[in-house]
C-alpha cells in the first residue's frame, strides 16, 4: 500500500493519495484544486486514479474534486448526506472500496459538517481486521477536532452539529491504539483552535494528549469545543457553498485570467469597481504602489487573507513582480476567487513613465515610535491583531481593531492625526495600512517588525487583567 499525504502550508491543509501496488488503482482524498502534483505522482507509479473522495464539503478551501475528475475521470465520492449539483457515490457506514490488497471502508462521522466521513484504510498484506490509519478530514485533527459552529452546512444548527461529533469522536475512539490518524488540516486552520504542528498522529496519543477526546459529558464537550474558536472569515460559507456546485475547473480559470493589462486598462477598471491586489513584499509595496492599490504579499497566509479582505464578485487585478502572476491568480483559485480579470503587464516597471500614479507609504522603527509616542500630540496606534492578541500584551494606549474589521471601522481612526499600525511581525499591517490609504489617508505608517521588534527594543507592553476593561467599546464591537 502506498499512502502519501500532500501539506499545503499556506491553507494548513493535507490531501492524501492512497494506491494499491499490485492492482495500480488510487484513491485521492480531499484534493487542493491545482491537481498536477496528483496527476504527475499517479503517473510516475502507473496507478490510474479511479475515485476522489470528500470527507465534507470544505469551507476553507475550493476542492479539487471536478478537476479530478474532469482530468482522471475520477468517481467523486461523498457521505450520504451530501447535496451536489454533481453526480456523486453516496457512502454510508460500512462501505468498502476494495482496490486489490488496499481496502478503505467508509465511518460516517458528522459533526464538522452534517455529511462528514472518515475513512478506515486496511493493508491487507498486513491485517484484514486492524487498520492501518484512518483518515478523519475535519471531524479529528491532531490536538483538535473539527468546530461544529461554522454554519457552513444550512438548515443545522451549531448544537445539532455538536452533538454529531461527540457520538462520531466516540466511534473513532473505539479503534486500536495503533490507527494512524491523519487529518484534513494543520496548525494556522481556522477549523479549529488547538491544531498541532504534526500532521500525522495515532488513535492511541490522541486519545492521551487530545482535550476532546477526554471522557466527559455532552454539555462539557459542547462548552469546550465551542469556545474561543478564532473568527471565520467571511469567504467560508462561499467556498462551503462553491464546493457543493458545478463549476470550470481551474484550468478553465487560469486561461481566462492570465491576461496581461496595460496601466490605462488597470485604472479603467479601478474606477469601474476593481480590486487591485499588489502582491509583492510590504517593504517593496511601500517603498512604491500603484495609488488605491492593497497589499496582500504572497510570502505569507495570502489566500486566507485575500479570502477575508477582497470581494468574490467583484474583477480583480493582479500586481505582481513578473514571473509570479500565475502563482498569485492560481492560490486565489484554491479558494474560489475566479474573478480575476488579468494581471498589470511589466509589474511596477510599467509605471515608471507614469510617476503621478505611484504612492509610497511610510515605515517606522519601534525606537522612533517610542520617541514620537512620548511626544504631544502623539501618533494614534492602531494594533490590527485579534482582540485575544491583544489582550495578551500591547502597546500602552493603542487601539485595537482587528485586521478583518478594519473596512468597516475607518471612522474609528482619526483622520487629524498620524497613524501609525502594528501587528506582530508586519504581515497584517501592511494589509491594514494599505487599506487606510486605499481609503485616502496619507498620514499612516507602518510599524515595521511589529509588536514583536517593540519587545525586541526593550520597549514597554501592557498585558494586566485591566486591558480589557481599557480596550472598552473598542474591543466590544
Known amino acids: 500500500m502506498i499512502l502519501k499525504q500532500y501539506y499545503l502550508g499556506c491553507l494548513a491543509h493535507a490531501s492524501y493519495l492512497i494506491a494499491d501496488e499490485r492492482t495500480k488503482q488510487a484513491v485521492v482524498v480531499d484534493p487542493q484544486r491545482d491537481i498536477e502534483q496528483y496527476l504527475s505522482d499517479a503517473q510516475e507509479g502507473g496507478y490510474a486514479i479511479k475515485y476522489v473522495v470528500l470527507t465534507h464539503f470544505h469551507a476553507d478551501f475550493l476542492a479539487g474534486h471536478i478537476e479530478l475528475r474532469n482530468r482522471a475521470g475520477a468517481r467523486i465520492v461523498m457521505g450520504a448526506r451530501a447535496q451536489a449539483e454533481f453526480d456523486v457515490q453516496a ?35 498486513k491485517s484484514d481486521t486492524v487498520p492501518q490509519a484512518v483518515l478523519t478530514g475535519d471531524t479529528l485533527f491532531i490536538g483538535d477536532v473539527g468546530r461544529p459552529d461554522l454554519l457552513a452546512s444550512i438548515g443545522v444548527t451549531a448544537d445539532e452539529l455538536a452533538e454529531m461529533l461527540y457520538h462520531s469522536l466516540n466511534k473513532l475512539r473505539e479503534l486500536p491504539d495503533s490507527t494512524l490518524v491523519y487529518p484534513a488540516h494543520g496548525a494556522g486552520s481556522m477549523c479549529g483552535k488547538n491544531l498541532s504542528k504534526e500532521t500525522v498522529s495515532t488513535i492511541g496519543e490522541q486519545k492521551k494528549f487530545n482535550y476532546a477526546l477526554q471522557p466527559m459529558g455532552f454539555d462539557e464537550f459542547k462548552r469546550l469545543v465551542t469556545s474561543d474558536q478564532p473568527e471565520a472569515p467571511d469567504y467560508f460559507v462561499y467556498d462551503a457553498i462553491k464546493n457543493r456546485q458545478e463549476r470550470p475547473d481551474l484550468e478553465a480559470t487560469l486561461r481566462t485570467s492570465l491576461k496581461a493589462l496595460s496601466v490605462d486598462d488597470v485604472v479603467r477598471m479601478k474606477k469601474q469597481g476593481a480590486e487591485l491586489v499588489d502582491v509583492r513584499e510590504a517593504a517593496d509595496f511601500e517603498g512604491a504602489h500603484l495609488a488605491g492599490s492593497i497589499n496582500i504579499g504572497l510570502k505569507g497566509k495570502y489566500a486566507t487573507w485575500c479570502g477575508s479582505i477582497l470581494s468574490h464578485d467583484r474583477p480583480i487585478v493582479v500586481i505582481a513582480d513578473p514571473g509570479s502572476e500565475e502563482e498569485a491568480v492560481m492560490r486565489l483559485g484554491r479558494i474560489g476567487f475566479d474573478n480575476v480579470a488579468g494581471y498589470l503587464g511589466d509589474g511596477m516597471a510599467a509605471l515608471e513613465p507614469r510617476p503621478e500614479l505611484i504612492r509610497v507609504i511610510s515605515r517606522i522603527t519601534a525606537p522612533a515610535l517610542a520617541e514620537q509616542l512620548a511626544e504631544s500630540p502623539s501618533p494614534f496606534v492602531v494594533d490590527v491583531r485579534s482582540e485575544k492578541e491583544w489582550l495578551s500584551g500591547h502597546l500602552a494606549h493603542s487601539h485595537n481593531i482587528p485586521l478583518m474589521h478594519l473596512r468597516g471601522r475607518l471612522a474609528e481612526v482619526p483622520q487629524d492625526r498620524p497613524v501609525v499600525v502594528h501587528c506582530e511581525g508586519g504581515y497584517r499591517s501592511a494589509i491594514g495600512t494599505s487599506l487606510l ?12 517588525g511589529g509588536i514583536k521588534a517593540w519587545i525586541a527594543s526593550k520597549l514597554p507592553t501592557e498585558s494586566d487583567e485591566t486591558a480589557s476593561a481599557a480596550c472598552g467599546t473598542v474591543c466590544a464591537k
Open 437 to 448: 490609504a486605499e481609503a485616502g489617508r496619507t498620514n499612516v505608517s507602518d510599524l515595521v
Open 91 to 125: 457512502v454510508k457506514d460500512g462501505d468498502l472500496f476494495e482496490l486489490g490488497d488496499v481496502r478503505i471502508q467508509i465511518l460516517e462521522t458528522p459533526g464538522h459538517t452534517p455529511e462528514g466521513i472518515s475513512l478506515l484504510v486496511f493493508d491487507r498484506t
